[in-house]
């Protein structure tokens, strides 16, 4: 009777476990990488919708050392729709494979596009799943539908090859907060402006788009970009300034540069909000570092090493005040201005609607600490 029961239940068992129901097979997927949205001309309500899908037939076979190979590994479809949704619907019925989302690695978005608001289009992609949370989020200045027709010659799958090099090329601390999830997260989050990143037209040699610098926004809008400098100070401003030298000029000849390799950089923001008086945020920054090499080093001592302390500190204060100048004259608080006051001065609070009306009056106070040492020991020239 034992044995029979035992039977019994294994016979049983499998009806109780849950099977592949919904599995779709690989070849009626159609995987895609990346996302470009356009707006179409002489239509200011509708939107272009892009979708780069890979061929995995192709995928298989190593990539050959020409521009050619990102086109026989992937292809790009296009269709126009009131909204992303109907766009990828028309693209669904055009297809005769299922549309796969999953391994989507990037969403880029023209600047036309960002500036009319990006809500609409990254709310219903976060909440429908269109593209994972974690799937970068540039703005360009040329057709987005541009930038997923790039084929790089290094790597058989052009959005691997693309978030790579802009991976490789920002060094933040916190990638997330570049992607469709941490733009999400930052617009809903009280005194502080989401960002992406912001790109171009790039050299053809390089089989990538060109890396301008840092998309800001006001809201869900797109307002304006940091170049390159501008963006270092954001980087050291909000903690995302990770290990990676920087270049400074000497301080007893304008011709002439040195090096740091910059260990560690943290920065603090504290804002006083007294009554009939502009909003003062007293920053302090820390760099640590050593002093590597450079045109202007000679030997390694205390006055000289004081002299390229003072030089750092004076550089990156000019530095800091350019980035916040310019975060002023958009009036998009991607420095999280505001979130310090919300934060410590929970009074002196009134909502981001008030707030982006007074963030253009901050006064910044900018303290620069630069710990530095030698790398190594330098001898005077024609010592012995």
């Avoid at 036309?112 to 289009?121: C, D, F, R, S």
């Avoid at 269109?130 to 058989?156: C, G």
């Avoid at 970009?225 to 304008?254: H, I, M, Y």
């Amino acid at each position: 009777m034992k044995n029979f029961c035992s039977i019994l239940l294994c016979l049983c068992l499998p009806f109780f476990l849950s099977g592949c129901w919904d599995a779709v097979e690989l070849q009626q997927r159609a995987i895609v990488l990346m996302i470009g949205i356009d707006r179409i001309q002489h239509d200011s309500r509708g939107i272009r919708v892009s979708l780069q899908l890979a061929r995995p037939q192709n995928l298989s076979t190593p990539p050959h050392p020409s521009s050619e190979s990102g086109e026989k590994n992937t292809v790009v479809v296009s269709q126009n729709g009131i909204d992303v949704n109907d766009a990828i619907r028309k693209i669904q019925l055009a297809t005769d494979r299922r549309l796969f989302f999953e391994h989507a690695r990037a969403l880029v978005i023209n600047e036309e596009v960002a500036k009319h608001g990006t809500l609409p289009i990254i709310d219903s992609m976060v909440q429908a799943r269109t593209a994972p949370r974690d799937a970068w989020l540039f703005v360009s200045s040329i057709p987005a539908r541009e930038v997923l027709q790039y084929k790089p010659a290094l790597d058989a799958i052009p959005s691997t090859y693309f978030t790579n090099f802009f991976g490789n090329r920002l060094l933040l601390k916190r990638s997330y907060d570049a992607t469709l999830g941490g733009f999400h997260q930052r617009l809903v989050t009280p005194g502080i402006q989401p960002f992406a990143i912001w790109i171009g037209a790039g050299a053809k040699e390089l089989s990538a788009p060109e890396l301008r610098g840092i998309a800001a926004f006001s809201g869900d809008h797109f307002v304006g970009g940091f170049n390159q400098e501008q963006a270092l100070g954001w980087q050291l401003l909000v903690n995302q300034f990770p290990k990676s030298p920087l270049t400074f000029t000497c301080p007893d000849r304008s011709d002439g540069k040195f090096v740091v390799n910059v260990r560690s950089v943290h920065s603090t923001t504290r804002v006083n909000c007294a009554k009939g008086s502009a909003p003062v945020a007293v920053i302090s920054v820390r760099i640590n570092g050593w002093v590597g090499n450079g045109t202007c080093l000679k030997q390694a001592n205390q006055t000289d090493l004081k002299l390229y302390k003072q030089q750092v500190e004076k550089q990156t204060v000019t530095v800091l005040n350019t980035t916040i100048r310019y975060s002023k004259i958009l009036n998009a608080d991607i420095l999280g201005i505001g979130q310090s006051v919300y934060r410590y001065e929970p009074r002196s609070w009134y909502g981001d609607t008030e707030w982006n009306k007074g963030f253009h009056q901050v006064v910044p106070q900018i303290h620069v600490d630069a710990q530095l040492e030698f790398l190594q020991t330098y001898k005077k020239l024609g010592s012995t």
